[in-house]
């Protein structure tokens, strides 16, 4: 078992800063996927960022160049840096860790980006 709570969300103004953080806890394996996602209103949900050990970091093409993951292995935290933030980031944002078929999903923190 796998328990993933993120937390850091909140409301922005356009062009501003946050840094989202997802605590694991559990079985974790180092060699495991940790993934960002996002839900906007009345959207599909969509992979914001992963990080892995073999591949590095990999982004959405909306977020490259304003958002930076990362990860503690030694802390079993993964970090979402997020700089130059637009209304179109408005999302709940999940955390996801996945290792081989075990796929586990935090409850989501709530991103807000408005003036």
């Known amino acids: 078992q796998v328990q993933l709570v993120e937390s850091g969300g909140g409301l922005v103004q356009p062009g501003g800063s946050l840094r989202l953080s997802c605590a694991a806890s559990?079985?974790?394996?180092?060699?495991?996927?940790m993934s960002w996602y996002r839900r906007a209103p009345e959207k599909e949900r969509e992979l914001v960022a992963l990080?892995?050990?073999?591949?590095?970091?990999i982004y959405a093409d909306s977020v490259k160049g304003r958002f930076t993951i990362s990860r503690s292995n030694a802390r079993n935290t993964v970090l979402l840096q997020m700089n130059g933030l637009k209304p179109e980031d408005t999302a709940v944002y999940y955390c996801?860790?996945?290792?081989?078929?075990?796929?586990?999903w935090g409850k989501g923190t709530l991103v807000t980006v408005s003036s």
């Open positions: 559990g079985s974790i394996l180092s060699s495991a996927t």
């Open positions: 990080i892995t050990s073999i591949h590095g970091t």
């Open positions: 996801n860790y996945r290792s081989g078929t075990v796929n586990y």
